[in-house]
């Protein structure tokens, strides 16, 4: 299974998800997909609706996790089902 990393925003209401590319394409760089989604309920009542996925070499997405955290997201672990 691939490990997630994710990212809740201040108010609580979206979430990010980082993953890295577990299936390899020959000529294609490693690569992070980004998901986007939004909280529906409670955290932990439900799981977030999923609105968007990107992809974005590795790099790309660290500087993008980071940016995200000095703006005030903050790490979570997964708590639904």
Excluded at 20 to 46: A, H, L, Q, R, W
Excluded at 57 to 71: G, N, V
Aim: cysteine-free; overall charge positive; aromatic content about 12%.
């Amino acid at each position: 299974m691939v490990k997630s990393y994710w990212l809740i925003n201040s108010n609580r209401s979206e979430v990010k998800r980082f993953m890295k590319n577990d299936k390899s394409i020959d000529g294609v760089f490693e690569y992070m997909f980004i998901d986007t989604g939004k909280i529906v309920g409670g955290i932990g009542n439900k799981p977030p609706v999923m609105t968007n996925t990107v992809s974005v070499e590795i790099d790309l997405a660290r500087e993008i996790y980071e940016r995200l955290l000095s703006q005030g997201w903050r790490k979570i672990e997964k708590v639904w089902s």
